[in-house]
T-cell receptor, first 113, second 113 residues
Framework: GNSVTQMEGPVTLSEEAFLTINCTYT??????LFWYVQYPGEGLQLLLK?????DKGSNKGFEATYRKETTSFHLEKGSVQVSDSAVYFC????????????FGTGTSLTVIP | DAGITQSPRHKVTETGTPVTLRCHQT?????MYWYRQDPGHGLRLIHY???????DKGEVSDGYSVSRSKTEDFLLTLESATSSQTSVYFC????????????FGPGTRLTVT
């Protein structure tokens, strides 16, 4: 079946530190992969996506590469800011089942000045 | 931002009462989804719809029913609310041709006392 496993949190970093949030997946087909971000009291917002192996998604300084050989889609950012404090969700979509999404449990990030 | 609204945004109800949550979209997307979000569980799919009057169960469908009589509206009903259904409920949509990402509404916080 399909599933996503992501790094346990919470994660606390100082401003300008390097961020990595690990995400691995299990899929039966050829999924698309996504990172979503959720700020307090809000819904999830799409951060970036990759639709096939070796694709790199990027947005707002974040990036992640779809690695089929390691079934991974790790989120990285070179220099985090206080405004990046949020919960980050890794997800995969299965186009063969009504585009169902499978989410990781989320990783809470706090960036301190 | 995708045109998705949810109503009500907050609701407190008593155990045993019926509750209906509404999701409305202005994007004419084919697929609509209901999730619940609970600490430690991430997002879990309750039901989804792949067209008018076409729905299917998700991972945690027990105690919930849905209806979709128009493309733009997807209703989630708790027939007899229980305290275990206290949660934040998110609606999502997807289906633009060639795009598989889901877009989320702002959420409904439901408390069952």
């Amino acid at each position: 079946g399909n599933s996503v496993t992501q790094m346990e949190g919470p994660v606390t970093l100082s401003e300008e530190a390097f961020l990595t949030i690990n995400c691995t997946y299990t899929a039966t087909g050829y999924p698309s992969l996504f990172w979503y971000v959720q700020y307090p009291g809000e819904g999830l917002q799409l951060l970036l996506k990759a639709t096939k192996a070796d694709d790199k998604g990027s947005n707002k300084g974040f990036e992640a590469t779809y690695r089929k050989e390691t079934t991974s889609f790790h989120l990285e950012k070179g220099s985090v800011q206080v405004s990046d404090s949020a919960v980050y969700f890794c997800a995969l979509s299965d186009r063969d089942t009504g585009n169902q999404f499978y989410f990781g449990t989320g990783t809470s990030l706090t960036v301190i000045p | 931002d995708a045109g998705i609204t949810q109503s009500p945004r907050h609701k407190v109800t008593e155990t045993g009462t019926p509750v209906t949550l509404r999701c409305h979209q202005t994007e004419n997307h084919r697929y609509m989804y209901w999730y619940r979000q609970d600490p430690g569980h991430g997002l879990r799919l309750i039901h989804y719809s792949y067209g008018v009057k076409d729905t299917d169960k998700g991972e945690v469908s027990d105690g919930y029913s849905v209806s979709r009589s128009k493309t733009e509206d997807f209703l989630l009903t708790l027939e007899s609310a229980t305290s275990s259904q206290t949660s934040v409920y998110f609606c999502a949509i997807s289906g633009a041709y060639g795009k598989y990402e889901q877009y989320f509404g702002p959420g409904t916080r439901l408390t069952v006392t």
